[in-house]
């Protein structure tokens, strides 16, 4: 059965950074695609970012430059940097593996 759990979130200040973490179990972590994606209150969830298994990464423009997604097989996990933090940055943000299994979230506020 696989497994997503995320953790890292918090409240910080506009400019600041956080660093979200996503451990896997259930399946070969080193095989599966991973993304992290966001859903703010009344919006629709969107992506942000994903990791193939040999190591290609994608962005969405907003965050771009700003926010970098990393995995460690060795740990099973999967980060997500994200720098100079944005008041619109504010979103649960969610982990999955490709291609429809998903963490439960973890809350980012970022207050201006």
Known sequence: ?????ESGGGLVQAGESLRLSCVASGSIFSRNDMGWFRQAPGKLREFVAFILS???????DSVK???????????????LQMNSLKPEDT????????????GQGTQ????S
Request: hydrophobic share 30%; glycine share 6%.
């Open 91 to 102: 979103a649960v943000y969610y982990c999955r593996k490709y291609p429809n299994y998903w």
């Open 1 to 5: 059965q696989v497994q997503l759990v």
């Open 54 to 60: 040999g190591g290609t990464t994608k962005y969405a």
């Open 108 to 111: 980012v506020t970022v207050s």
């Open 65 to 79: 430059g700003r926010f970098t997604i990393s995995r460690d097989n060795a740990k099973n996990q999967v980060y």
